[in-house]
Nanobody
Framework: QVQVVESGGALVRTGGSLRLSCAAS????????MGWFRQAQGKDREFVAA????????YYADFVKGRFTISRDNAKNTVYLQMNSLKPEDTAVYYC????????????????WGQGTQVTVSS
C-alpha cells in the first residue's frame, strides 16, 4: 500500500504562483511513477503532469506546458508541482497519484490517490 497526502493548495490571484507537495509513504516511493491530476467542479478529473520514478522524464497536459513544473525528491518521498502564471481556469481540486510500474497519463492507470488539495485562482 502507498499513502499519498497533498498540501499547498490556497487562494491566489491571477498570475500568481503556488507549489503543491505530495508526500508519499508505504512502498518504495523511488520506484513509482507519480502524477498530478485536477478536477474542477462539475467536470471530469483530468491529467496535469506526470514524472517517472527517476525523474528523468516528465509529461504535461498542453494547457499547463510552460507554466507548471513537476519534480520529485526521492530522498524525501515527495513530488512537487510548481504552478506559475495561474489562471482562473486552473481552479480545481488537485490530486496526487502513484502507480507501481512506469508512467501514465490516464487517471484509471494510477492505483494510489490522495484526498486532494483545493487551488482557487481569483480573477
Amino acid at each position: 500500500q502507498v499513502q499519498v497526502v497533498e498540501s499547498g493548495g490556497a487562494l491566489v490571484r491571477t498570475g500568481g504562483s503556488l507549489r503543491l507537495s505530495c508526500a508519499a509513504s508505504g512502498r518504495t516511493f523511488s520506484s513509482q511513477g507519480m502524477g498530478w491530476f485536477r478536477q474542477a467542479q462539475g467536470k471530469d478529473r483530468e491529467f496535469v503532469a506526470a514524472i517517472t520514478w527517476s525523474g528523468e522524464h516528465t509529461y504535461y497536459a498542453d494547457f499547463v506546458k510552460g507554466r507548471f513544473t513537476i519534480s520529485r525528491d526521492n530522498a524525501k518521498n515527495t513530488v512537487y508541482l510548481q504552478m506559475n502564471s495561474l489562471k482562473p481556469e486552473d481552479t480545481a481540486v488537485y490530486y496526487c497519484a502513484a502507480r507501481d510500474n512506469g508512467i501514465a497519463t490516464s487517471p484509471g492507470l494510477f492505483t494510489y490517490w490522495g484526498q486532494g488539495t483545493q487551488v482557487t485562482v481569483s480573477s
